[in-house]
């Protein structure tokens, strides 16, 4: 699993003008399972997703196609971790 964190290295109104494109990936990635939850930083400096991926190299190819990654609005942040302790209502997200 990974926490992916994105850095914003443009203006937020530059951002904002690929959010539409950038929701409509997250809804395409939400429909193949792999992504848990997502949301922009408080404040506004970037982004957090949860991604249920097995590979850094998987999660990595994903991203690419996220138009904050295409039009270079983002930096990304990748930490894999493995769930060791979790609500049972999260048990679905980490048990393969």
Same mark, same amino acid.
């Not at 270079?72 to 990304?76: I, K, R, V, W």
């Given at each position: 699993m990974f926490v992916v964190l994105l850095h914003y290295i443009k203006p937020v109104e530059e951002v904002d003008k690929h959010r539409p494109e950038h929701l409509k990936f997250l809804d395409e990635c939400y429909a193949t399972g792999k992504f848990i939850c997502s949301g922009r930083r408080n404040p506004v400096? $970037? $982004?957090v997703l949860l991604v249920n991926v097995d590979s850094l190299e998987e999660v990595k190819k994903i991203v690419q196609e996220d138009p904050y990654w295409r039009h +270079? +609005?983002?930096?990304?942040e990748f930490v894999e971790f493995t769930p060791s302790k979790y609500h049972p209502k999260f048990a679905p997200f980490v048990e393969k």
């Open positions: 400096t $970037g $982004g +270079q +609005q983002a930096e990304y």
